[in-house]
Structures are given as C-alpha cells and as structure tokens.
C-alpha cells in the first residue's frame, strides 16, 4: 500500500477530528507539552491546548491544528514516496520545500495548499527522523489565517523536540486501551486510535499484509448500532464488492457490541480481503474496530482479531489501564 496514500488518510482523519473534538487545558507553566503516546513535544503558542482524541494541539477559536505522526519507517524511505505528484492527486499544491535542521537531524518542510469545501486551506507538512524512525508534523489553518498564525504554526514545527529514546506507552492519551498481544504491535497511531500489524510484518505494509485499526467513529448522528456498523463497513471507496456477511450483536466488556464478518476486495489492487468489524458503543462516542486479512490467511488471524476487539476497555484519557 502506498505509504503517502496511508500518512495523507491519516491526516484527513486528524483535521476532521480536529474540528469535532475539544481541547485539555495547557500546562500551566510548561513551554513545551508533552504529545501523549508519542516522543515528541511542541511548543504551544498562544491560545492553542493539548488536543483530545488525536495526538497534536488545536486553536478552538480558529480550527487551527497540529497533528503529530511517528512512522516506524526510515525518513530516506518515506520522504521517496512524498512529491508533487503524490500531492496533486490528492487535491493538494505543493507552493515550495525546504530543507531544514531539526536538533542536529536533516528535515524538510513543503508548504502546501488545499481546496477544502469550506475555502482554502494552508497546510505545513515537516518530515525528520533517522534510519528507523520518521517524525511528521503537519500543521493546518484556513488561508484567510495564514498572515496572522502562519509564522505561528511553522515555528511550532521547527521548534518541536523528539526524544527518540522515550519508552512509550502506547495507549496513553487515547481514553481506551487493548490487550498485550503476541502477534500484533502498534505501527501507527490515528485520531483517537492506532493501526496494528504483524510483529514479523516489515516497515512498508502491503495490503496483503493482516492489520487491525482501531478509530472513533466520526458520524455526527446517533444510529442503530447495525446500521451504524453497515455502514462504517461499507461506504468509502477503499473496499468494494462485499459479500457473505455474517452479523452479531456482542456485548464488550460491559458495553453494547455489533459485529459484522464479510468478504470484499480492496480498490487499488483488486485483492481479496476478508474483513471483521466490529462497534462498540460507549458513553462518550462510537469506536471502531477492524481487521483485515487475506481470505489464505483469515483462520490464522481470526482468533487474535476476535481477542483483542474484546479486551477493548474505556480509560482515562490520561492513562491506558496497562
């Protein structure tokens, strides 16, 4: 799978979540935060606070945002696969690149536009990293902003601090947590959600590859959890052809449960897939869980799917439960 097509989904997701979500208070007399579950720390300017339910800050007054992204990848590997072209085929125009120095390590800037349906939107993208890890930064506003918080915002990225030898735990921040697994670890982290993969699984994940992603459900209403449950499964243009649904309703630790089982075949490559997805719904909001493998391997990853969907268990958005 494309890993310029899987970092601008996520983003999407985050500026989406962005505009829904609320803000925690700022520290009090910290300049730089602490981004929960990742190693890096920003610099808050003025009137931006920790966002909740997606590891970055936002300006509630503005919709301003920075998102924040770690990839379990090298930056020479991820940087191959970031060019105009990319960009262009997902709506965006790259204006300009910049190399820059980022605490010793080489990074680069693209400065970009985006028609949105609601106006223009300014966006900084900043990539550094090592031979192991890359770091995104991405930062968005409205262009009708970007005289007055521009400057702000790319500040904010090149004034971000990674501390590349921090032990994480994984599930901070996010206000639910999963069992320790055997099989699968954490490669990524969305808004108020993470993707799992094989621990054997190699830094580009191919669709061939079983992942498991975890995300709140972004539906402004309130459905019947099977309808609900439908259609998270099935709108997009991701996965087409569905077929041979099997349902259940499930109870998840105490909370009300939808599964759905079906097989579909991913756009891009024409591949067959086999898809769980399963709804729980909590007091706060609707979260989704998804596995996804080929239909060679689906036995072999069903029992892991099914065992991590039902540990799922809501915490404090400060601490994981482990």
Same mark, same amino acid.
């Given at each position: 799978?494309?890993? @310029? ?10 500026? &989406? ?45 503005? $919709?301003?945002?920075?998102? =924040?992204?770690?990839? #379990?990848?090298?930056? %020479?590997?991820? &940087?191959? $696969? ?11 125009? &790259? ?9 010793g390590m080489d990074g680069t800037l693209f400065h ?16 550094? *990293?090592?031979?192991?890890? !890359? ?8 262009? &009708? ?6 400057k702000t915002l790319e500040q904010c990225l090149l =004034?971000?601090? @990674?501390?590349?030898?921090? !032990? ?12 320790e697994s055997d099989v699968f670890e954490i490669r990524?982290?969305?808004? $108020? ?7 054997? #699984?190699?830094?580009?994940? =191919? ?17 019947? +959890? ?7 499964? =099935? ?5 087409? $052809? ?22 579909? !075949? ?25 596995? +996804?493998?080929?239909? %060679? ?23 994981? *439960?482990?």
């Amino acid at each position: 799978m494309d890993r @310029w097509k899987i970092l601008i989904s996520f983003l999407s997701l985050m500026f &989406l979540s962005a505009a829904r979500l609320g803000a925690q208070e700022a520290p009090p007399d910290e300049v730089y935060a602490e981004i929960p579950g990742t190693r890096i720390s920003l610099r808050l300017p003025e009137g931006f606070s920790l966002a909740e339910g997606f590891p970055g800050i936002v300006r509630q007054d503005s $919709g301003a945002v920075v998102v =924040t992204m770690e990839i #379990a990848s090298p930056l %020479e590997k991820v &940087l191959a $696969g970031v060019n105009e072209q990319e960009m262009a085929s997902d709506g965006m125009k &790259l204006l300009r690149s910049e190399k820059v120095s980022m605490s010793g390590m080489d990074g680069t800037l693209f400065h970009i536009s985006q028609e949105d349906p609601e106006g223009a939107v300014r966006k900084w993208i900043l990539f550094f *990293g090592n031979e192991k890890l !890359t770091v995104m930064l991405a930062a968005s506003a409205s262009e &009708l902003l970007e005289a007055s918080l521009g400057k702000t915002l790319e500040q904010c990225l090149l =004034t971000a601090k @990674w501390d590349a030898a921090k !032990t994480l735990d994984p599930y901070a921040g996010m206000g639910f947590s999963l069992r320790e697994s055997d099989v699968f670890e954490i490669r990524g982290r969305r808004p $108020g959600g993470v993707l799992l993969a094989r621990k054997e #699984a190699p830094d580009e994940l =191919t669709p061939a590859e079983p992942i498991l992603v975890v995300y709140p459900s972004a539906s402004p209403e309130v459905a019947p +959890i099977e309808i609900l449950a439908m259609r998270q499964l =099935t709108e997009g243009d991701q996965f087409i $052809g569905f077929a041979n649904f099997v349902e259940r309703p499930l109870t998840v630790n105490g909370l009300n449960g939808y599964e759905i089982i079906a097989d579909a !075949t991913e756009s891009t490559m024409s591949l067959s897939v086999r898809i769980l997805l399963v709804v729980v719904r909590t007091s706060e909001k609707d979260m989704i869980i998804q596995g +996804i493998a080929a239909p %060679e391997s689906w036995e072999k990853y069903l029992p892991e799917f099914h065992a991590l969907a039902e540990s799922f268990q809501v915490t404090s958005a400060g601490h994981s *439960g482990h």
